[in-house]
């Protein structure tokens, strides 16, 4: 049988500065009918880019080749808009990564469902709304009726996801290709998201996803296809990919995802891998760098909440944080696990002193925190600091790197030669040279930001650092990287962390104890090995469950 | 790689696209230019014309253009391009001024009620409610028939009715900035709210001010033009553009040049300032002129 997309030596380049850039160099695609393929790879490597060529979508300015660039049969090669328009919806659906932004706000569910079946006035369905109605019940989407006269904004993170997957196959194209589905979901969600894929894939669906988490693909696909810097670097079955990886960059995406396993070890590789795949370690003896040993000192309490209860929207409000009590000791790392909504990043914030609980106490170094004067804070704060999870927002975009760092350093009065002298170490302690002294935020890539926002928050040895979610916006392999800095740095200041992340795999890698939280509520806490081996609460269980594994 | 031979090749390249845009452009090109004249006549009036604008004589009244008097002499006789030349210090000069107060002013109060909640910040956003229910002119002729007519009262009224548009725009920016990403950081490293505000809030909140105070220059000039026509100017003899127009008002069947070439300066000058104005705020804004 003819396989359903075939692509030969596809080249896209963007012009930049008068020649053209390339960004995929040379790959060659194929996907059979009834296939699940996945293309891996880190931003900027050529995938997001390479699927929508599929589609025509690759922008007015791309110059896309090909030696052979057929789908079902067809050279689509010289197509024109027009020619596309007739494949896209019909032959090939696309789900974007984020479902808030894809839909249009202004129109119903059902509406966009209408348009996305295609049609119009003579030609309109007759049964548009039985139609769309079973479309929503065939991704799961409990309750249609009462969601096809919904706005978007109306429908949860999820729902939403799984309205835009309606709106891809309202005409049952032959292949479905989803950039990054799950990516902004939490890990529940994403779950769900890739449960109803799978289920899709069973019932015949042709899969084209696009992923920078190879445990995600993993569940799913028949074969990966890992790219790097636009070039296909791995290709094979999945399983094969998993166990016996040849490439290096393989086996450096499979060990930035955080597990079990990795616990103490560093996620990410020293030094950048060989260049080629001769390296014969097979995986399960594949060389783990251990990290370094913490010093915890449980008699020293850094932080401690007791009963933090806070309320929005007055007396008669909802919850955010509700009976919530937890300590730090002096060089522990604790984490605080839960959804959005959970109540996790407003706990963050009461103990930043940035919010003010309702009831319940927060101490500091066993001196009152909470409930006491700004003035009396201020001097401080030096000793605590922030690593939130947008790191361009919270720099300030007029200020170059140096001014960012140095900025911490204003209430521990280090000026002058001392200060210049701290943040180069710092940024030298995250692998950022002194060339980043004078470069400006939004020239940085996501991950140097990150390592920016975390040699800030180390530059005046503060005693406890807060985390809020600061790798959920990161590739898996930046995320290593970055997670590798904070325990390296944590372990070797000694300094206690408190890491907040929906992301479990990543608590458990990073922290001693967790804690888990639902509703503003904790619902389960204890040491990280023992909640993981054996969680009590059947929410904690939901969630180890939703962690994707590497198979 | 040195970061810095980069970011200076970088300069030139952008350097030369500005200069490659600039002629690409002739209405911004033409705009630019007429601008230089305009800021001569304000700087050095007598650079352009030798002749006073305030010397009549009246053997000369009512000549039409020549090489002698290129826009003609009118009808005391004075030199119509001296006058339009040196009118244009005076445009200028009002335009400039009143816009200082409006921006100044706006600027404060804006920045106040973006950062005090509840009772200061409403009312203040109401009071710029008030004055912002008036059309411009109106409130400016209302304040000048408190204050009677002339230059500075002219300036002030203007500015006054100026403050709303800056305070608006002030007051919004604070607000966001207010609660942005890097305020909030910065409070965590206990900064106390003064340096926050000079440091963080301020160079933001107040980023937009120069461009819309280009912008309004451009309808302060017409403004002033068309309250010293009414005589809440500069009084006669001044060569003030609106009150040249007023008094050619008589004279336009018999001498077309006494009103036409004062009409043709503000146009001039205003269209150019509103041109300048209009490209900077979208290359601010990165959005591309039309």
Known sequence: MKPLVQIRDLTIGFPQDGSVTPVVRGIDLTIHMGETVALVGESGSGKSVTARSLIGLSGAEASVGAGRFEIDGQSVLGFRERDWRRLRGDKIGFVLQDALVSLDPLRRISQQLTDAAGGSGFFRRQNAARDNRALLQSVGIPDPDR???QYPHQLSGGLRQRALIATAIARSPSLLIADEPTTALDATVQKQILDLLAERSKAGQTLLLISHDLAVVSRLADRVLVMRQGRI????????????????????????????????????????????????????????????????????????????????????????????????AAGEALGIVGESGSGKTTVAKIVLGL???????VQIDGEAWS???????????????????????????????????????DTVGMFGEARRQRVGEVLDAVRLGPSFLKRYPRDLSGGQRQRVAIARAFAPRPRLLVADEPVSAL???????????????????????????????????????????KDGRVVETGQVEQVFASPHHSYTRALLDAVPVLA | MSAVPTTLARRGVRFRRALHGLLARPGLWLASLFLLFVAVATLWPGLLSSADPLAADPLQAQLPPSAEHWFGTDHLGRDVFSRVAHGARYSILIGVSAVAIG???????????????????????????VVSSFPDLLLALVLISFTGPGTLNLIFALGVAFVPRFARVVRAQTFVIARSGYVEQARTFGLTPTVLVLRHILPH??????????????????????????????QPPAPEWGAMLAEARNYLRVAWWIGVWPGVAITLTVISISILGRRWQASFEGRRAR
């Open chain 1, 147 to 149: 969601r096809l006269a």
């Open chain 1, 233 to 328: 670097v791995e290709e094979g079955p999945t399983r094969t990919i998993l166990t016996a990886p040849e490439h290096p960059y393989t086996r450096q995406l499979l060990d930035a995802v955080p597990s079990v396993r990795s616990r103490g070890f560093r996620l990410s590789a020293g030094s950048e891998p060989e260049a080629n795949g001769s390296v014969e370690a097979r995986p399960a003896e594949r060389l783990r760098i251990p990290l370094p040993p913490k010093r915890i000192d449980e008699t020293s309490l850094v932080l401690s909440a007791s009963h933090l209860v806070k309320r929005y929207g007055g007396a008669s409000g909802t919850f955010a944080v509700n009976d919530v009590s937890f300590h730090l």
């Open chain 1, 355 to 361: 919010v003010e609980p309702d009831s319940g106490t």
């Open chain 1, 371 to 409: 409930h006491v004067g700004e003035a009396q804070r201020r001097s401080r704060r030096a000793s605590m600091q922030l690593i939130a999870q947008d790191a361009l927002s919270s720099f300030d975009p007029r200020y170059t790197v140096e001014q960012i760092v140095g900025e911490s350093l």
């Open chain 1, 475 to 517: 590739d898996v392999s930046v995320q290593a990287q970055v997670l590798d800095l904070l325990a390296e740095l944590q372990a070797a200041s000694g300094t206690s962390l408190l890491f907040i992340s929906h992301d479990l795999g990543v608590v458990n890698h990073l922290t001693d104890r967790v804690l888990v939280m």
């Open chain 2, 103 to 129: 921006s100044i002013v706006g600027s404060a109060l804006g920045l106040l009620a973006g950062l005090s909640r509840g009772l200061v910040d409403e009312a203040i956003s109401r009071f710029l409610d």
């Open chain 2, 205 to 234: 909140a107040l980023a937009q001010v120069p461009i819309l105070a280009t912008i309004g220059l451009g309808s302060a000039i017409i403004s002033a033009a068309g309250l010293s026509f009414l005589g809440m100017g500069p």
